[in-house]
T-cell receptor, first 112, second 112 residues
Framework: DAGVIQSPRHEVTEMGQEVTLRCKPISGHDYLFWYRQTMMRGLELLIYFNNNVPIDDSGMPEDRFSAKMPNASFSTLKIQPSEPRDSAVYFC??????????FGPGTRLLVL | GESVGLHLPTLSVQEGDNSIINCAYSNSASDYFIWYKQESGKGPQFIIDIRSNMDKRQGQRVTVLLNKTVKHLSLQIAATQPGDSAVYFCAEKAGGYNKLIFGAGTRLAVHP
């Protein structure tokens, strides 16, 4: 099993630009989670999907953030427009049994 | 509100010693707990989990203890090795909810 795949691994962009992060969950997993990790706030859940449907987006910081899951093998997290305070590591995780979440390697985002 | 906290932000041990990482949780309804290990530049990696109907579970060199009376969780690592150096997170989940609530993390530093 390839595990959760995220791309890009690193992203450097300028304030105001659109950023799109991508995730491929583990095959057969029906839950997908997007997290953000910073030194100040730790690991925060942004949104999660079940069977491609967003279930809880209460962690999404503001309207600049949006997430989609068009099919069972692909999800995107978009930030538009990006701001320096969005700089963080963004993780995608997936699970099949609603409990043990398996994390991807993360995307390190730097907004200048 | 729900929260998971850690008593020690940094733990330094000698190679070969046993390590104990502690975690306190506040939600008495939490019925599932997980320990993750995060190495620098990587995503959290599942180590071991435990359900609330158990008070101890063992893995390879790791043991998780759960004390529901005082809402305390611990991770014991036997014969700590340099490769165990990482940040360790505990996480909890309440039945019926699919969110994992993560603690702040404890950094384990193993010295030769």
């Amino acid at each position: 099993d390839a595990g959760v795949i995220q791309s890009p691994r690193h992203e450097v962009t300028e304030m105001g630009q659109e950023v799109t992060l991508r995730c491929k969950p583990i095959s057969g997993h029906d839950y997908l989670f997007w997290y953000r990790q910073t030194m100040m706030r730790g690991l925060e859940l942004l949104i999660y999907f079940n069977n491609n449907v967003p279930i809880d987006d209460s962690g999404m910081p503001e309207d600049r953030f949006s997430a989609k899951m068009p099919n069972a093998s692909f999800s995107t997290l978009k930030i538009q427009p990006s701001e320096p305070r969005d700089s963080a590591v963004y993780f995608c995780a997936s699970t099949r049994n609603q409990e043990t979440q398996y994390f991807g390697p993360g995307t390190r985002l730097l907004v200048l | 509100g729900e929260s998971v906290g850690l008593h020690l932000p940094t733990l330094s041990v000698q190679e070969g010693d046993n390590s104990i990482i502690n975690c306190a949780y506040s939600n008495s309804a939490s019925d599932y707990f997980i320990w993750y290990k995060q190495e620098s530049g990587k995503g959290p990696q599942f180590i071991i989990d435990i359900r609330s109907n158990m008070d101890k579970r063992q893995g390879q060199r790791v043991t998780v203890l759960l004390n529901k009376t005082v809402k305390h969780l611990s991770l014991q690592i036997a014969a700590t090795q340099p490769g165990d150096s990482a940040v360790y997170f505990c996480a909890e989940k309440a039945g019926g909810y699919n969110k994992l609530i993560f603690g702040a993390g404890t950094r384990l530093a193993v010295h030769p």
